[in-house]
């Protein structure tokens, strides 16, 4: 370069390594760890480009070796490596025990999860085996820098030659990365969620940071903008007339479970839903046998079941109203109780799945009543119920949130309901931990059932009809070494089965039978539609008697024009029939 001597080279080169070589064990590790990750998320069948990571975490770590420098002189150095440390250790403990990296998803889950929730969850991982391999590799790592900066140390005679290489690779590594950088300050403009699922507005977020700053937009979104204008969409609902059809409906939302556990679906199970079954052979009971939900986590599957918005949708979704606030808007009274999104004062946890519920004057739009504390057991919000004295008084849709059998299952049940042992479990895993993990599921699933034939119980005698469903499925040992749910981009058939699939059901008592013998027949004749929660509310207005622009007829299970060849989507872009059109239960 003309111009440039030996001595000004020298200097360049000693002044843009300054902050690595000022922060070279933060550095290496750091690195070594991103590229870690990288090489464990494809072990776990997780995507991830190894050149990209390697290249591109090069100008990431740079620019964080910068920051640590100049916090260096007010005594807080420290604080960037921690942190990074930290961001590091969780991206490899969730690609190995979720099958995912960080993802927008991630931050909703962490955001949404509560303090209760969080220490189930800490006390159902942190005890298994498999938290030595992020603690072993972490250590590895840590290990491993500090033997090689060791060895470099003594041949001080090839110095100018790795300065050369750190210099080179910074500024290649830079100018790959300062077009992704402005990418990413793309997401922190847009205004709504469904932009974010726009394969458009996607690219490969190949380093940790990336995928960081990427989840950081969302959560972004997530607070503010979107949030605002659903509230505003809410607002201006209108309805264009209500017959109050069904004068007392009743939607139960379940939680984690895996239809494939209850008799009801699956005739080799356990016998863990007997008062259901006993509701069925009554002819009081419908198990719908053909339903999926969109998402399998409690917020989006939320998120997107209770608005009116669907995948055919041009609209973003805080365009579409809610079905809540659409039943109270045309006269019903509209009650909510929660055993997970109550509003509250100490606990900031729910991010996006409470908000909906909680933000503003968003409830008030939406609820006649909401009870204000979460109890041990389902049971106990039963109680919440108000009488039917007062339920009676005026059409109403009642809601009901339950724990179900959400993880950690043992906390699920009261002991009394311990009615499965170890021994009585059916799986391919015969280790004590796993086996006792499923028979809590099980006698999870026995005390949702007897909740269930108690809610029902409660309303026998009223002219009432009742949809009870789950947000989501749940793998519990099913067909790997995993329980709970993950996170896979591609969807295996496996995890659609036991993940997706969500037990559907209707109860009607003999005095609504009586009375809608036409919604009666109708719930009876068509218990193998396929349907997917996406297209609930048009389902609800149904039963409501509502009439409204975002009604849709071809997506109403109980209409007669319902498309039944309707593709169902899940994850935003996964077309589930055509994914299971082979699939077997091995």
Same mark, same amino acid.
């Given at each position: &370069?003309?111009?440039?001597?030996?001595?000004?080279?020298?200097?360049?080169?000693?002044?843009?390594?300054?902050?690595?070589?000022?922060?070279?064990?933060?550095?290496?590790?750091?690195?070594?760890? *991103?590229?870690?990750?990288?090489?464990?998320?494809?072990?776990?069948?997780?995507?991830?480009?190894?050149?990209?990571?390697?290249?591109?975490?090069?100008?990431?770590?740079?620019?964080?070796?910068?920051?640590?420098?100049?916090?260096?002189?007010?005594?807080?150095?420290?604080?960037?490596?921690?942190?990074?440390?930290?961001?590091?250790?969780?991206?490899?403990?969730?690609?190995?025990?979720?099958?995912?990296?960080?993802?927008?998803?991630?931050?909703?889950?962490?955001? $949404?999860?509560?303090?209760?929730?969080? *220490?189930?969850?800490?006390?159902?991982?942190?005890?298994?085996?498999?938290?030595?391999?992020?603690?072993?590799?972490?250590?590895?790592?840590?290990?491993?820098?500090?033997?090689?900066?060791?060895?470099?140390?003594?041949?001080?005679?090839?110095?100018?030659?790795?300065?050369?290489?750190?210099?080179?690779?910074?500024?290649? *590594?830079?100018?790959?990365?300062?077009?992704?950088?402005?990418?990413?300050?793309?997401?922190?403009?847009?205004?709504?969620?469904?932009?974010?699922?726009?394969?458009?507005?996607?690219?490969?977020?190949?380093?940790?940071?990336?995928?960081?700053?990427?989840?950081?937009?969302?959560?972004?979104?997530?607070?503010?903008?979107?949030?605002?204008?659903?509230?505003?969409?809410?607002?201006?609902?209108?309805?264009?007339?209500?017959?109050?059809?069904?004068?007392?409906?009743? &939607?139960?939302?379940?939680?984690?479970?895996?239809?494939?556990?209850?008799?009801?679906?699956?005739?080799?199970?356990?016998?863990?839903?007997?008062?259901?079954?006993?509701?069925?052979?009554?002819?009081?009971?419908?198990?719908?046998?053909?339903?999926?939900?969109?998402?399998?986590?409690?917020?989006?599957?939320?998120?997107?079941?209770?608005?009116?918005?669907?995948?055919?949708?041009?609209?973003?979704?805080?365009?579409?109203?809610?079905?809540?606030?659409?039943?109270?808007?045309?006269?019903?009274?509209?009650?909510?109780?929660?055993?997970?999104?109550?509003?509250?004062?100490?606990?900031?946890?729910?991010?996006?799945?409470?908000?909906?519920?909680?933000?503003?004057?968003?409830?008030?739009?939406?609820?006649?009543?909401?009870?204000?504390?979460?109890?041990?057991?389902?049971?106990?919000?039963?109680?919440?119920?108000?009488?039917?004295?007062?339920?009676?008084?005026?059409?109403?849709?009642?809601?009901?949130?339950?724990?179900?059998?959400?993880?950690?299952?043992?906390?699920?049940?009261?002991?009394?309901?311990?009615?499965?042992?170890?021994?009585?479990?059916?799986?391919?895993?015969?280790?004590?931990?796993?086996?006792?993990?499923?028979?809590?599921?099980?006698?999870?699933?026995?005390?949702?059932?007897?909740?269930?034939?108690?809610?029902?119980?409660?309303?026998?005698?009223?002219?009432?009809?009742?949809?009870?469903?789950?947000?989501?499925?749940?793998?519990?040992? $099913?067909?790997?070494?995993?329980?709970?749910?993950?996170?896979?981009?591609?969807?295996?058939?496996?995890?659609?089965?036991?993940?997706?699939?969500?037990?559907? &059901?209707?109860?009607?008592?003999?005095?609504?039978?009586?009375?809608?013998?036409?919604?009666?027949?109708?719930?009876?004749?068509?218990?193998?539609?396929?349907?997917?929660?996406?297209?609930?509310?048009?389902?609800?207005?149904?039963?409501?008697?509502?009439?409204?622009?975002?009604?849709?007829?071809?997506?109403?299970?109980?209409?007669?024009?319902?498309?039944?060849?309707?593709?169902?989507?899940?994850?935003?872009?996964?077309?589930?029939?055509?994914?299971?059109?082979?699939?077997?239960?091995?």
């Amino acid at each position: &370069m003309k111009g440039l001597t030996p001595d000004l080279w020298n200097s360049l080169q000693e002044k843009v390594t300054y902050p690595v070589r000022q922060c070279r064990f933060f550095f290496l590790f750091a690195w070594l760890m *991103s590229c870690t990750v990288c090489i464990v998320a494809n072990i776990n069948d997780v995507e991830s480009n190894f050149f990209l990571t390697a290249l591109l975490s090069i100008f990431d770590l740079y620019l964080l070796c910068i920051l640590s420098c100049l916090l260096k002189k007010i005594k807080l150095g420290w604080v960037v490596p921690l942190l990074v440390g930290l961001i590091l250790f969780l991206e490899l403990f969730i690609i190995i025990f979720f099958k995912t990296m960080l993802t927008h998803r991630t931050f909703e889950l962490a955001m $949404e999860t509560n303090t209760r929730e969080t *220490s189930e969850f800490l006390s159902v991982f942190l005890l298994q085996g498999k938290i030595l391999i992020p603690i072993t590799l972490f250590a590895g790592m840590l290990l491993l820098t500090y033997l090689v900066l060791r060895y470099m140390s003594i041949l001080r005679s090839q110095r100018k030659i790795a300065m050369l290489v750190l210099f080179v690779l910074v500024i290649w *590594s830079g100018a790959r990365q300062i077009n992704y950088y402005n990418k990413i300050s793309h997401f922190y403009h847009l205004n709504y969620i469904f932009e974010f699922h726009d394969w458009e507005n996607r690219y490969y977020l190949a380093t940790p940071f990336g995928r960081l700053a990427y989840g950081i937009a969302y959560t972004r979104v997530l607070f503010g903008k979107e949030i605002e204008h659903l509230e505003r969409t809410v607002a201006k609902t209108q309805i264009d007339s209500c017959s109050f059809k069904c004068p007392l409906i009743i &939607m139960v939302i379940g939680e984690s479970y895996c239809k494939h556990h209850s008799q009801l679906y699956n005739p080799h199970s356990l016998p863990t839903t007997p008062r259901l079954m006993n509701k069925a052979l009554q002819g009081n009971l419908y198990p719908y046998t053909d339903v999926v939900a969109p998402f399998n986590r409690t917020v989006e599957t939320f998120r997107y079941m209770l608005s009116t918005w669907d995948d055919l949708s041009q609209r973003p979704w805080a365009d579409h109203t809610l079905l809540t606030a659409a039943f109270k808007k045309a006269g019903y009274d509209v009650y909510f109780f929660t055993n997970q999104f109550v509003p509250s004062l100490d606990d900031s946890y729910d991010l996006y799945g409470g908000r909906i519920f909680n933000y503003g004057k968003l409830s008030e739009m939406q609820f006649t009543g909401r009870n204000t504390q979460t109890h041990q057991y389902d049971e106990g919000l039963l109680a919440e119920i108000p009488s039917l004295e007062i339920l009676s008084q005026r059409p109403t849709l009642l809601i009901l949130h339950l724990l179900g059998q959400h993880t950690d299952y043992e906390e699920r049940y009261p002991d009394y309901f311990k009615v499965f042992k170890t021994a009585d479990v059916k799986s391919k895993f015969t280790d004590e931990a796993r086996r006792t993990i499923i028979a809590d599921y099980e006698n999870a699933t026995v005390y949702n059932d007897f909740v269930m034939d108690s809610l029902f119980n409660m309303f026998k005698d009223e002219d009432a009809i009742a949809v009870y469903f789950s947000d989501h499925g749940e793998d519990v040992f $099913e067909w790997r070494d995993i329980h709970m749910r993950t996170d896979e981009e591609n969807v295996p058939q496996q995890v659609a089965h036991y993940q997706y699939e969500v037990p559907f &059901m209707f109860y009607m008592t003999d005095r609504f039978m009586e009375r809608h013998s036409d919604i009666a027949e109708k719930v009876k004749s068509y218990v193998g539609r396929p349907f997917i929660l996406t297209d609930l509310p048009n389902l609800m207005f149904h039963l409501g008697g509502i009439k409204m622009q975002d009604y849709h007829e071809e997506r109403d299970l109980l209409s007669e024009k319902y498309d039944i060849h309707r593709k169902r989507i899940i994850r935003m872009s996964i077309d589930y029939d055509s994914l299971m059109c082979n699939f077997k239960i091995n």
